[in-house]
């Protein structure tokens, strides 16, 4: 039974960064794209970043572009988002996300596993 946990949420001043991490267990992690999402109050959840099986190809939600970054490391079985320059509009829970085949779709319905969440808080 796959299982994932993030970590590295927190509060943090506007203009400031976060590095979230996702660690995997009970999957083939290499075999998997990976994606972020995140769920503001009152909000659908929305996908954040992808990153695919091989980790050449990533995706971005348009707000975040240029100052998000999403990777991997298949050796660890761990998907790390560098957040930059955040805002308060970035305040929300933090999910990643685990899909087969290794494909990055944006839609939460096409993913296998999710990790707890993780809070994140920009302060203005």
């Known amino acids: 039974q796959g299982q994932l946990v ?18 995997a267990s009970g999957l083939t992690f290499r075999r998997f794209a990976m994606g972020w999402f995140r769920q503001a109050p009152g909000k659908a ?4 970043a992808g990153i695919s099986w091989t980790g050449d190809t990533t995706y971005y939600l348009d707000s975040v572009k240029g100052r998000f970054t999403i990777s991997r490391d298949n050796a ?3 998907v790390y988002l560098q957040m930059t320059s955040l805002k308060p ?26 990790g707890q969440g993780t809070q994140v808080t920009v302060s203005s």
Do not use: I, M
């Open 6 to 23: 993030e970590s590295g949420g927190g509060l943090v001043q506007a203009g400031g960064s976060l590095r979230l991490s996702c660690a």
């Open 45 to 48: 959840r929305e996908f954040v």
């Open 76 to 78: 660890k079985n761990t």
């Open 89 to 114: 509009e970035d305040t929300a829970v933090y999910y990643c996300a685990a899909r087969s085949p290794g494909v990055v779709l944006r839609t939460e319905a096409e993913y296998d596993y999710w």
